[in-house]
């Protein structure tokens, strides 16, 4: 049962994040709710058909990923930061992708390249308005996206052609990583940072 206290201070609205016009009704309906706006995770993101090369990926499903996981971010960045009259902080969900790519990964990993240059454009945009952002880069938080990548009896595929199951984190550790940069004051900001799983293989070579 929810405490009749808490029942005024949260607002639930299913968006599209690649349809501008709900977008903004998301940040009108926030806005005129609670007057302001603090925060925005952007967190919404796809990914298609894991393992597949560059000359198979369908346009469409390319298409698809760059819609959901850059447009997506940058209309909820364009509208937040409209409503952000006291400053605020943006938060980019990107990937060790951006940095590192998976094999047959050519969509997701473009996307996340795309929301490195997103993060570093609005840190910049943003001063003017006192809204600061950026970027944490995951690696293997537990999700029902990630075990379609990493299943949990076969593994990842690994640039060695060969498949491995991979380390994990789970999501209590990536939401107390975005919790702590949320209460950052406004003067200081963790541009990028990366947090994965302790022992995932991400560096070193192969």
């Avoid at 991979?166 to 963790?190: G, H, I, K, R």
């Amino acid at each position: 049962c929810e405490p009749t206290e808490y029942r005024d201070q949260h607002l639930v609205i299913p968006t599209d994040v690649t349809n501008e016009a709900q977008v903004q009704q998301l940040f009108e309906r926030a806005f005129h709710q609670f007057g302001r706006i603090d925060v925005l995770f952007n967190n919404a993101g796809i990914n298609c058909a894991p393992n597949v090369n560059v000359p198979d990926v369908p346009s469409l499903d390319f298409q698809r990923v760059l819609e959901t996981n850059v447009m997506g971010p940058f209309l909820c960045a364009k509208y937040a930061m409209k409503y952000m009259k006291e400053g605020g902080r943006i938060i980019n969900n990107g990937s060790i992708s951006a940095h590192a790519p998976r094999p047959g990964s050519a969509p997701y990993t473009c996307s996340k390249h795309a929301i490195l240059g997103l993060t570093k454009c609005l840190a910049l945009d943003g001063r003017q308005y006192n809204v600061a952002c950026g970027q944490v880069d995951f690696g293997n938080v537990v999700s029902e996206m990630s075990l379609a990548t990493n299943k949990s009896d076969s593994g990842a595929l690994q640039p060695n052609g060969f498949k491995m199951v991979e380390p994990c984190m789970t999501l209590e550790d990536a939401a107390e990583t975005v919790w702590t940069m949320v209460n950052l004051p406004l003067s200081a900001n963790v541009l990028n940072m990366t947090v994965m799983a302790t022992q995932m293989p991400f560096v070193g070579r192969g």
